[in-house]
């Protein structure tokens, strides 16, 4: 197999399986913030909460309107999966603010996962099966492609509102330098990037 087949690398060539990799990423990081405590669990969250926003950011952007355009129905598909992000920004833009050491942060965490996992299966049933039969390869790659750039100028915190391609491009950039910069000014005062203060 040459380098563009080998299965380590299947997942970055297609947005569908870019993005299913991605969803066990997040799964993988919510089992570490629960099984963590301290400056390790704050550590994970902090990991959690950029791989989060990024993700949906680069969905709302390429993803989204792509199946709006593409898919027989797409528009009811993408409304339904842009509310169920919107919700979720929001709780995680709640616990963002948290103290990882409360007790209501694991309570609160406990609802962002189950609205995360929900959020992700019904993108893998509705839209990435339908996506995955009406694209061809090719489209896929691009798709690919364009989610990676997204990702790499996302903001790196929700924002909830801002779930269309529109507001993203509109206002990511601006965003995502300021949750960038802010990431670096906290870390260099040896302080979490997000939660505790």
Do not use: C, W
């Not at 950029?50 to 355009?69: D, F, K, M, Q, S």
């Not at 039969?133 to 990702?151: D, I, L, P, W």
Request: aromatic share 4%.
């Amino acid at each position: 197999m040459d380098r563009q087949t080998t299965p380590e690398l299947m997942h970055e060539n297609d947005v569908i399986d870019l993005l299913i990799h991605q969803h066990g990423l997040i799964r993988n990081l919510f089992d570490e913030v629960a099984r963590t405590q301290g400056k390790e669990r704050q550590e994970a969250f902090s990991r959690l909460v950029r791989l989060l926003a990024v993700h949906e950011t680069a969905e709302e952007e390429i993803v989204h309107p792509y199946a709006r355009r593409k898919l027989i129905g797409g528009d009811t598909i993408v409304d339904n999966r842009l509310q169920e992000e919107e919700e979720a920004k929001e709780m995680l833009s709640r616990l963002d603010d948290m103290d990882v050491t409360k007790p209501e942060f694991s309570q609160e965490l406990e609802r962002l996962r189950a609205a995360v996992f929900a959020h992700a299966a019904a993108e893998e049933r509705y839209e990435f099966s339908e996506l995955k039969a009406a694209t061809t390869e090719a489209e896929r790659r691009a798709m690919a492609v364009g989610v990676k750039a997204a990702e790499a100028v996302a903001p790196t915190h929700p924002h909830p509102g801002t779930e269309s391609a529109m507001k993203n491009l509109m206002l990511g950039g601006p965003v995502a330098i300021m949750d960038r910069a802010r990431d670096v000014i906290r870390k260099a005062m040896g302080k979490p990037e997000s939660g505790q203060s």
